[in-house]
């Protein structure tokens, strides 16, 4: 059998959501920041996205991540979606570091803690490993500043109309009170979830690009519905990202967790240093925290809190003779 690629890859998830980091199998690639590389990747190298994130070898929900060189952090990573490609990924960030503690490539493990910096499309980030007993016992990562663009943008679709707040977290976010919307964050609403979603991501979209939305000409990456609560611990933001018709976020989202921090505290519910959880469907947390910025009282700080866990090392390859050589997504 004919064999024309080899990639290697390092797997993990991240409170229920999928991680693939290349260890190997990429071609050099051009360009002298990380974000110059990931275009060149995009402009040459595509099929080898679709390769391992598509079926037979992946599905809708797989994020992928490449690491390159940085002259500026570190190191250099870019984030490969199923359908796009991602100037940040905060559950991929935590999948990183854990699969380079698996890799020993930040430090001994018996270290109590390795800290790193990563050059990603959205800028340079911080990113902390503590270990406990020479294990990873959480992740932190230092996100990119988070803010409020515009709120109470009122968008309809499929009989009902919401009120959207646009937030950016690192990728652009729609948030919307779930209840609001009729979702149930649990895992027998996905279904509805993703449906009512991506209408209202299509429509929001459309009155972005129209012009119709000040304060923001930037189309949303998502839609994050949530709801909040409180117990003896503090407050609980439940949440749930739709990307697409057929893909959500199985974590509590990262840059997700970051726009829901800044919207907030834009609204006065929470106060800069003051901790609280983002929980997804499966009932598994982060824990978040906004930080001020000096001369930027337009945006916060996030400081995210997750753990990743491995779940298996990777060969892929492709034989001559395959039909679905750059895989396949069905909607």
Known sequence: MAIRRWISTIDSHTAGHPTRVVTGGVPPLRGDTVAARAEDFRARFDALRTFLLHEPRGHAAMVGVVMTE???????????????????????????????????????????QSSFTLEVPAGIITVHVRREHGAVAAVTFENVPAY?????????????????DVVWGGNWYGLVAAR?????????????????????KAALNADIVQGHVPGTDRPVDSILFYET?????????????????????RSPCGTGSSARLAQLVARGEIGLDQPIRTRNILDVDFTATARAIEGRPDAIHPHIIGLAHVTGEHRFMLADGD?????????
Request: aromatic share 6%; glycine share 10%.
């Open 229 to 249: 609560a409180a117990d003896d611990q503090g407050l609980v933001s439940r949440q749930l990202v739709v990307l697409e018709s057929n893909k959500f976020d």
């Open 70 to 112: 940085s002259t500026r952090a570190d190191f250099g990573a870019f984030f490969l979606g199923s359908y796009k490609y991602l100037e940040m990924c905060g559950h991929a960030t935590i999948g990183l570091a854990v699969t380079l503690d698996q890799m020993g490539l930040i430090g001994p493990s018996d270290l109590p």
């Open 148 to 164: 409020v663009a515009t709120c109470n943008v009122p968008v309809a679709a499929l009989g009902v109309t919401v009120s959207v």
């Open 180 to 200: 609001a919307a009729g979702v149930e964050l649990a895992p027998a609403g996905v279904s509805h979830a993703m449906a009512i979603g991506a209408a209202l």
């Open 323 to 331: 039909p679905l050589s750059d895989g396949f997504l069905c909607r």
